[in-house]
């Protein structure tokens, strides 16, 4: 995946889900994970569901919180990717719910931040602009790394797109000024 090869990683970490259920519960849904998120990165929104939808169902029983949360972002992406708005906004919001039940500021962002690009998508401003805002605010609380920054980033050109999308350009430049200093 870093290689930006998702279609030689899927094929690995098929393997590797395989490999997962022999060794324990934890392995086999990490691995999971790993997979729908390269079938995500493949543009193989369809595959992410088959993978997603029955991990989902195995977490509602086991009452894991968390890792709920963590489902429901990425079954968000996979039904945006399939065009199925709604549905997605609904998947976000209980990454969301999950996420805060469980503390995570982290995974809190990632739910706002995915809802402010489905409504940017959706062209509804005033969402979009309100959800970016709340998901930077949670990634200035965040311990910065690699990962959070570039995921910032990204919330931050989302948020200058909304921005200059509503005439508000000099706001939007100071988010796209913002973007650059990562």
């Excluded at 609904?90 to 982290?106: F, H, I, P, T, W």
Aim: one cysteine or more; proline letters at 3%.
């Amino acid at each position: 995946l870093q290689h930006r090869s998702p279609d030689g990683a899927i094929r690995y970490l098929s393997q590797a889900v395989m490999l997962g259920r022999l060794l324990s519960e934890h392995e086999a849904f990490e691995s999971s994970l790993c997979l729908a998120w390269a079938c995500l990165l493949a543009s193989q929104a369809k595959k992410a569901l088959d993978i997603l939808e029955p991990l989902l169902h195995h977490l509602e029983e086991a009452e894991r919180a968390p890792q709920e949360g963590v489902v429901h972002n990425l079954l968000g992406l996979a039904l945006q990717g399939e065009g199925c708005v709604h549905k997605a906004a609904k998947s976000y919001l209980r990454a969301l719910n999950r996420a805060q039940e469980a503390g995570d500021v982290r995974n809190q962002a990632v739910a706002l931040a995915n809802l402010g690009h489905l409504s940017l998508k959706s062209w509804t401003p005033q969402p979009a602009r309100d959800h970016l805002l709340q998901a930077v605010q949670l990634y200035a609380q965040l311990q910065a790394s690699m990962e959070t920054d570039m995921e910032l980033v990204q919330v931050l050109l989302w948020l200058a797109q909304v921005q200059v999308r509503g005439s508000r350009l000099a706001s939007g430049r100071v988010c796209y000024e913002m973007a650059l200093l990562f």
